[in-house]
């Protein structure tokens, strides 16, 4: 009841920077349209009972789990943004004697109240803009209102997203210490295990291997299983490669760096290339299926020599499926990119001062944070389209990997990727000019 | 850990890590004058008419209650904020540099190339090395980052932390961090340091080490160090002690052991 109490007297008492408030709120407003609107496309497949329908309703199921990961670390972010703001009251409770239980319930409180303020928003969105995703046609016809969710599945999904929030503001609580003298980030040593590489290489070359010797599929069914199998190995060893693959390029990186800005964004990534990763890896993913989609539907259009009417509509609806998974994730890597900038921002508030102080211009913060993040961004997306490329250049040749319509899936994913992030980190831009403009007492 | 004032020279005659960039203000000793400063917030005074002078190898600290604008004075001085009213001029021979007339990316210019600042926490950049986030500055005024961490390596050495170069920050005790702090602010061949409560955050024995390499590395070289503290035992290091209070000087003291031995001005 105490908590539930103060966590009231914060939310209404609340004198924060707007940037801090405004960024979780779009961010889980948009996370939360982009969710029912893939689940108002996913009711729509679950409606259909034909011989097709199992196809698109495990690739409906398979679009739905992409988002997961990226919303999770979004809600992780917010939870970090939300105890960043509260830092001098969090702490000034601590001195009066509350609990660091207490003070981490009133911050997982105020993130879920957050996220549901955001996903109460991001509903109204997604009503507003169903009308143009009902245009969109799958089998020949346009979804139409098949999309639109009743009351009972929009409230399961805001409080989805709710529970989602809590439970990765618990566990991103975890990475922040709130004590008497303030919030601050854990120090940990970031450590990888070379094992990492020796499991990626064994199941990279599995999966190559594979695709080799299923060069004479008899069928359509069985080339399809093996697509699935090599696509779900290789994207599991993508996390489990990611970090470490961060690690080493950006200690190279610092090794080589000759500017500031080149030095403070390589260490950055190396102070924690999980964290690093985390922010990015949707985007690895979501490249890999770009690829792999990309020249699964090529293949699958070129091994049915004169496909018929049907068949040429699963290939453009899965097409069409993947246009907009690609969409939907790199909007949330940007929105949690921006969050966690603009948390990044709060957690250093002190060091970010005292740069400013030394004479460090802030074009060059602003220029180091961006490489911090569009830098892994770079390495995972082009990474992972390379290594879908590479699984996939016995089964398909150079010809398929280079056909137009793959080439302008990735391209354009990745183009349009990065202006996106880029875009969202610099929404962050007031929250440092504020920080310095308005230092804390002690500086 | 002593260190050997000897050492503390060496940087310096190896040009205190200057680089060929010109600088704004001149480098090397400098005196830097404050007149008829005057700084409020909304209906707070902060200064209310102050005049300051450090000249080259003093030491002054700044004292006062809390809210008494010693700590806006050091801003004032340093070209962080500007004051209302007022000049700040640092001078250096016939050089004379008026910082109160620059413009914002001027001042931080000046404060990159011609002034160091120590922080009560130290502040420096956890991610980086020691020897990185001495490097820094130098960095930012375009040194290549060879030559700029050899200068900042020499300064850790004179400042008795030869080995701890590739240290992270977490890794160092506060004395430790403190000290790399100082580097940092020296590195540039800063002529005046600023330093804002620079042992708030550690014990006696440790604070009496660090005020040692502040002074030694500053003071004793020719170069002039302003200290905003409220403690009586850092302040009585340096060679004078200003007393604010309501945003004016109360007190201009010379410490007794500069007058016994006829060294005050």
Partial sequence: MTTLRLAWLFARRSTSARSTIVLPLVAFSVVTALLLIVAGGAQAFFSWTDELAGIYQVLAVIALSLLVVPLVGLGGSAARLSARRRDDRLASLRLLGATPGLVARLTVIESTGLALAGAISGVVVSLLVSPLVGLIPFRGHPLGTSILLNPGWIALTVAGVGVLAAISAAVGLRGVILSPLGVRTRQQA?????????ITVGVFVAAVVAMSVVQAAPGIGILATILAVGFGGSIAVLNLIGPWL??????????????????LAARSILESPRAAWRQVSGVAMTSFVAVFAGVGVALLGAVGQSPDQQSRLVLADIGTGVLITVIASFVMVACSAGVNQAAGILDRRDVYVSLDRIGMPVSEMNAARSRAVLSPLRITSIGSALTAATVLFPLTGMSLLISPFTLVVVAGCLTAGMLLVWAALRATRPVLDRVLAEPSPSL | MRLAADAIAQPLEQGGGMTSTPLTAPPGNAALTASRLTKSYGASVALAGVDFRVDPGESVAIMGASGSG????????????????????????????????????????????????????????????????????????????????????????????????????????????????????QVTGAAVVFADEPTGALDSQTSTEVMD????????????????????????RCSRVLRLADGRIVGDRVSDDRILDGTSR
């Fill in chain 2, 70 to 185: 010693k700590t806006t004075l050091l801003h004032c001085l340093a070209g962080i904020v500007a004051p209302d009213s007022g000049s700040v001029v640092l001078r250096s021979g016939q050089d004379a540099l008026e910082v109160t007339s620059l413009d914002e990316a001027g001042r931080s210019r000046l404060r990159r190339e011609a002034f160091g600042f120590v922080f009560q926490q130290g502040l420096l950049l956890p991610e980086l090395t020691a020897v990185e986030n001495v490097a820094l500055p130098l960095m930012l005024t375009g040194t290549d980052r060879r030559p700029a961490e050899q200068t900042a390596a020499m300064w850790l050495a004179a400042l008795g932390l030869t080995g701890f170069e590739e240290r992270r920050i977490g890794q160092l005790s506060g004395g430790q961090a403190q000290r790399v702090a100082i580097a940092r602010a």
């Fill in chain 1, 246 to 263: 961060l690690r080493a390029i950006a200690s190279r990186q610092a090794r080589r760096a000759r500017t500031v800005r080149r030095l």
């Fill in chain 1, 190 to 198: 970031p450590r990888m295990h070379w094992l990492r590489l020796v």
């Fill in chain 2, 213 to 236: 390499a502040l002074i030694r590395s500053t003071t004793d070289r020719g170069r002039s160090l302003v200290v905003v503290t409220h403690d009586e035992s850092v302040a009585s």
